[in-house]
T-cell receptor
Framework: GQNIDQPTEMTATEGAIVQINCTYQTSGFNGLFWYQQHAGEAPTFLSY????GLEEKGRFSSFLSRSKGYSYLLLKELQMKDSASYLC?????????????FGSGTQLTVLP | SQTIHQWPATLVQPVGSPLSLECTVE??????LYWYRQAAGRGLQLLFYSVGIGQISSEVPQNLSASRPQDRQFILSSKKLLLSDSGFYLC?????????????FGPGTRLTVT
């Protein structure tokens, strides 16, 4: 099976930097995804890591270490609209490579 | 560009009643299709996925079923709803090319079983 852990809640201040961690245990790792989900809405894709290292996309960056089973999502210059749930998801090759297993999400609150 | 639609947006149904949720995708062919459920304050639980017409894989035993009568149509059904079926139902699609792992979600259906 797979196990994905991420903090339940985080709070940060507008303009600051926040790092949301995700640890996972899986066999046949095939990639790690981060999604953003605002309350009552569908998740939207943020980033995808399949190799070790940092992927930067504007204010958001995502890091992966496959040997440690660890990823983080880094949000810079926080804005009020960044208040949302951030979901870590892992794809692996067991069963079907088309499946993603999601963590429970980290609810980020950005304060003025 | 590709778009994904779900309806209805919200639904309130009594226990024991049937259910039919529909999902359609536009702008792509032969997508992989998925049904997820999200209980309040929790992560996404994969219910079904499909790699082609008439091909359905179930991930969680339950009183729900799925069908794919057309290439870009995915339907979630139940003959008799339970209280525990309440939740936010999300349909998603992914392509079959190099980025086939990336999933795109529809707007969701919020189901309340009373």
């Amino acid at each position: 099976g797979q196990n994905i852990d991420q903090p339940t809640e985080m709070t940060a201040t507008e303009g600051a930097i926040v790092q949301i961690n995700c640890t996972y245990q899986t066999s046949g790792f095939n990639g790690l995804f981060w999604y953003q989900q605002h309350a009552g809405e569908a998740p939207t894709f943020l980033s995808y890591n399949v190799l070790d290292g940092l992927e930067e996309k504007g204010r958001f960056s995502s890091f992966l270490s496959r040997s440690k089973g660890y990823s983080y999502l880094l949000l810079k210059e926080l804005q009020m609209k960044d208040s949302a749930s951030y979901l870590c998801a892992v794809s692996n090759n067991s069963g079907s490579a088309r499946q993603l297993t999601f963590g429970s999400g980290t609810q980020l609150t950005v304060l003025p | 560009s590709q778009t994904i639609h779900q309806w209805p947006a919200t639904l309130v149904q009594p226990v024991g009643s049937p259910l039919s949720l529909e999902c359609t995708v536009e702008g792509t062919s032969n997508p992989n299709l998925y049904w997820y459920r999200q209980a309040a304050g929790r992560g996404l639980q994969l219910l079904f996925y499909s790699v082609g017409i008439g091909q359905i894989s179930s991930e969680v035993p339950q009183n729900l079923s799925a069908s794919r009568p057309q290439d870009r149509q995915f339907i979630l059904s139940s003959k008799k709803l339970l209280l525990s079926d309440s939740g936010f139902y999300l349909c998603a699609w992914s392509g079959t090319g190099p980025s086939y792992l990336k999933q795109y979600f529809g707007p969701g259906t919020r189901l309340t079983v009373t």
